[in-house]
């Protein structure tokens, strides 16, 4: 990341962290067939788990403030609508420099922190008007890609779509698995697709989008999870935010347990993105609940943690105001992203 | 901290819970309590009080009245005054008003939870989330218990005056499990919360009254161990309940028995935590978590010895420690915590000192390096590992967050080693395999068993252990039924000791003589000689010497117990077979009726049709029995998850049966037939006075196809053999119909093991009256109910 207030950032995080954020990025393994069917998960074990943990954890004035920033921070805010226009992509690119307001930071005096969003994301034909509109903000553009939402286009077109994204300038490329090859148990053309997916990226980083709505069983979710890390996805991703369900605590345990594992066998970090459905701040202080608490506090940095989301932002920028005015806010005292 | 300082480190602030209210509740009462004795606080007639601290803080709390013999006297007399009136009062008219306790409950759960996790020093988390909830429920379902009394008991009479003597660590929820199935059908009650943790009894009491329960009904009077044992021993209490230690239980069995006090014991464990290969890994893990650091350990069913499969062991005990890494041990009303303070220094001590031999005999001990808070009784979340069997550490309940662990290699291993305990509370199975897992559940020496789960309750499924667990069951119809006595035995008159005919010596004569017949033990399928070879006379009821039965001893019981553990493949027959058996039984003896009739009219007084109605009766009740083997069957809870509760009736195992002198023949079968018809193998003493229809009966059992072992015939002194038989610890329940002595002794020596004990005090059944002496009543004596949970779902 090139911009000084996110390294600055990732100064403070190495003092306290004790580490940096140059990862070693993750290559990918051999395909190990007898590890993926392997992969058990109770689903009421986990839902206990997830039931629990609002109960267990929470965190209250200025920690929540804080939380609530460091979630602005990984947003990739997002415009994946069949009515986006050029300008429309300008006014979201706008907002992820500034996500929010200026007086709310310094209030917070978080007003130096050059806090922005993750990325911006958005379709293949408006990253060359994101990557302009974001220029020297080192916001990364993140472009959905392989047929999004439902991947089904031929593979040679994939290919080709992955391609012309990064060489508009995408920085990050959100890719969709193939469903059929996780409903129908076949591993290896999951693993051969992600493959090439991965490869066609080049240096951007590939999350990998399992469409958790359509696999339906969390065994499924464990198993594609773990198949797409061998594959070499950078981050696994939950959802399109098309299909039916997206992003739960639930299929975020799993996908987190997964990513543990990896990392237990291999040393690796893979980053974790939820999308859809978080549209509320309470909401996504759960999710950073689960990172912090399944995986460590790395996991709650932008190069491994991503919230795919579109409305939460306002949300979190009102909490922020009524932290630091008492007041209840309103939608209408923030600017539109 | 400022919110930069956060943003850097993202860190858990602190969250804490107001306590307002709850020290505004505190200050009303000045910090001091009374008794709560028919509808009002009262100090103790002595005026002794003693203090309640905040485990967190040790800061003092309240003063508490001390409960001496005035205080308790006066609790007793509300009790009985009300408890007539209490029980005449309609179903509908009691189910109201537990309704409104539960009710009542919810409108001041949060009051409650918070006044319960500064009394006890758990997380606010657990009383808010789980103890409260689970409270009222039980007072709802006890509603509707009482709503249905009148129907679903008909047979059925309230116990009277209730002694509840209950613990610190669940205070306000073994309050509901005491009080609510108590209350519900018809008893009065005196309630003592431990010396630990009194605060909700009393503010439970103050909300009761302001609910309008009427006064007497229910009774709190505080106080320490004597205020219980003034309870215990009180002659005019018709019952004890008793939550806590298994040493205090065992007290408690001594001091009672011969009292006619019903008892019901819910005492300590060392659960097994089973983790199979095939288990979800995370999941388990996250269930360890649940099992042993739920309430900082101090969980009477928690997961305390974890049984882990080797292939999986390293990686297991690899992702445990990280998450125990990541626990948060903090303030009881921080709002981000996992586990608060232990309850008081003692009990801290108590689980440092154990930790510390564990060591010393060869433990690893592994606790993370998390912050745990200054002052107060902390401590961390603890794995032993390497523990053998043989430690301390692997038989001792700790009562503590610790874990220890140890591996297996076997299905079969693994339930050797869950199941070599002297407790039986409870279990958890992990495995994805439905046919492992319940293989394993139902092979579990434990009352209740979670399948990929643990610590779940729920009002409608009972409660309860085996072995030194305790006995008697709280929640569901069997918790009812701790609670009632049978309407039908409201007439029995105490027997008059029986006399002893006087030997009339038998001149010899020159007539062709009677057939010398020995009658023998039956041990194992096999007639034996008594161990001794001594013979006593068996006299008719003219004083004349028509037999000799064996002089059964010490070893004869031992032969015949260790024949009984033999026959464990009766306890796993097929129900159909088991009542086939029975059947066969009836059969046989039926072709014989004649030859049993002339028996017993040639041992006791009975003419010769009532001695052949007494035979008939016994064949009618072979067949009850035969009928029931097949009948008798569990059902099906719902709780609230996504799976089901199988509550199993299971066979208690080895039974001792001191049969009643009476009635020689009906009396032996109706009390071995129930036994044997829900799988217990049983090791009967006939009638000491009339043996010869047992010893008759031997050659009945060998011709029915009746597998070695399962009845197994010692003659002699029925209190000789009762001693034997009550201090033998593999026998898991032992049956005993005479004097009020033989009552007595079998109570008082049934600690050891804390066996199950079923006895008259003296007070004779109607063996002909069905309705008194068949059926449920002694089929519900004869089986304990496993409850194994099993939530389900993809």
Known sequence: MEDLAVKSTAAALAETAGAGHNWPRNDGIELDLSWVVDQRVNLSAAERRVATLPGRRTVKKDAQAAWLLRAVTCIDLTTLNGDDTTERVKRLCAKARQPVRQDILEALGMGDRGITTGAVCVYHRFVSTAVEALKGSGIPVAAVSTGFPAGLVPHDVKLKEIEASVADGAREIDIVITREHVLTGNWQALYDEMRDFRAACGDAHVKAILATGDLKTLRNVARASLVCMMAGADFIKTSTGKEGVNATLLVTLVMLRMIRAYQERTGLKVGYKPAGGISAAKDVLNYQFLMKDELGREWLEPDLFRIGASSLLADIERQLEHHVSGAYSALNRHPIG | ?794
């Open chain 2, 1 to 794: 901290m400022s919110v930069a300082r956060y943003f850097d480190e993202m860190s858990y602030g602190p969250a804490p819970e107001a306590d307002t209210e709850a020290r505004a509740w505190l200050a009303r009462h000045n910090s001091l309590f009374g008794h709560f004795i028919n509808g009002a606080f009262v100090v103790s007639a002595s005026g002794k009080t003693f203090d309640s601290y905040e485990p967190a803080t040790g800061a003092l709390l309240a003063k508490i009245a001390r409960g001496g013999r005035e205080d308790v006297n006066s609790a007793v007399a509300a009790a009985r005054k009300a408890q007539g009136a209490w029980a005449k009062l309609p179903g509908h008219a009691r189910a109201r008003h537990l309704y409104a306790l539960a009710r009542m409950i919810q409108r001041h759960a949060r009051l409650i939870a918070v006044v319960e996790a500064l009394d006890n020093g758990k997380p606010i988390r657990e009383t808010r989330d789980i103890d409260i909830p689970l409270a009222a429920r039980h007072f709802y379902h006890h509603a509707g218990w009482a709503q249905l009394q009148e129907t679903e008991f008909a047979d059925q009479v309230p116990v009277g005056i209730v002694g509840q003597v209950i613990p610190w660590n669940f205070p306000f929820l073994m309050l509901a499990w005491k009080v609510a199935p108590a209350l519900a059908l018809g008893n009065t009650v005196i309630l003592k919360p431990a010396e630990f943790t009194p605060l909700t009894a009393l503010l439970f009491a103050d909300l009761a009254a302001a609910a309008g329960l009427p006064p007497g009904v229910l009774n709190v009077v505080t106080g320490d161990g004597e205020t219980g044992a003034l309870i215990v021993e009180h002659e005019d209490i018709d019952k004890i309940a008793f939550t806590g230690s298994t040493e205090v239980g065992r007290l408690i069995r001594e001091k009672t028995a011969g009292t006619g006090k019903s008892l019901t014991l819910e005492l300590g464990g060392k659960s097994p935590f089973i983790i199979f290969d095939d288990a979800d890994i995370d999941g388990a893990v996250e269930g360890v978590v649940d099992a042993i650091w739920f309430n900082q350990g101090q969980v009477c069913c928690a997961g305390s010895r974890l049984l882990v499969q080797e292939g999986i062991a390293p990686l297991f005990y690899e992702r445990l420690k990280r998450r125990m890494g990541t626990l948060r041990v903090g303030q009881p009303l921080d709002k981000a915590i996992d586990m608060a303070a232990i309850v008081a220094p003692v009990q801290l001590q108590r689980i440092e000192s154990l930790v510390a031999q564990g060591m010393t005999e060869g433990a690893s001990l592994h606790q993370p390096k998390i912050d745990l808070p200054e002052g107060g009784s902390f401590y961390p979340p603890t794995l032993l590992t390497h523990v053998q069997p043989t430690s301390i550490v692997a038989t001792e309940e700790i009562f503590g967050p610790v874990a220890v662990s140890m591996t297996f290699r076997t299905p079969e291993e693994a339930i050797q080693l869950a199941n070599h305990t002297r407790y039986g509370l409870a279990a958890s199975v992990w495995s994805e395999t439905i046919g492992l897992a319940l293989h394993v559940a139902a092979k579990l020496a434990a009352g209740v068993v979670w399948v990929n789960a643990t610590n779940l309750f729920d009002a409608a499924a009972g409660f309860g252990g085996k072995r030194e667990s305790g006995f008697g069951r709280e929640g569901g119809r069997e918790g009812c039924y701790e609670y009632l006595k049978p309407k039908a035995w409201i007439g029995r008159k105490l027997r008059s000791a029986p006399a002893a005919p006087v030997v009339k010596a038998a001149a010899g004569d020159f007539s062709m003589p009677a057939l010398d017949r020995t009658a023998k033990l039956f041990i194992g399928g096999k007639q034996a000689r008594p161990d001794g070879n001594y013979s006593r006379p068996v006299l008719s009821s003219k004083g004349k010497v028509i037999g000799e039965v064996g002089e059964g001893n010490r070893k004869d019981i031992r032969n015949a117990v260790v024949a009984a553990q033999a026959a464990s493949a009766w306890s796993s027959a097929t129900t159909h077979n088991r009542a086939q058996i029975l059947y066969y039984i009836a059969e046989n003896l039926n072709a014989r009726a004649a030859e049993f009739a002339d028996r017993i009219a040639a041992m006791t007084s009975a003419s010769a049709a009532g001695a052949r109605a007494e035979v008939d009766a016994a064949i009618a009740r072979l067949f009850s029995y035969g009928a029931w083997a097949d009948k008798y069957e569990g059902v099906v809870h719902q709780p609230p998850l996504r799976g089901v509760a199988l509550a199993m009736p299971e066979p208690q195992g080895v039974v001792g049966v001191i049969c009643p002198p009476e009635a020689p023949l009906l009396g032996f079968i109706s009390l071995v037939a129930p036994l044997i018809a829900v799988g217990n193998r049983v090791v009967a003493v006939p009638s000491e006075q009339h043996p010869l229809a047992a010893t008759d009966f031997y050659s009945v059992l060998e011709t029915s196809d009746v597998p070695a072992g399962v009845v197994n015939i010692v003659t002699g002194s029925a209190v000789e053999l009762a001693k034997t038989l009550a201090a033998h610890n593999d026998v898991d329940a032992l049956w005993a119909f005479g004097s009020p002595e033989l009552s007595m002794l079998v109570e008082k020596l049934s600690v050891g093991n804390l066996k199950r004990t079923f006895v008259d005090y003296g007070k004779a059944i109607d063996w002909m009256d069905r309705t008194a002496a068949e059926g449920p009543t002694f089929l519900r004596r004869a089986i304990d109910v496993k409850n194994i949970w099993i939530p389900y779902g993809e």
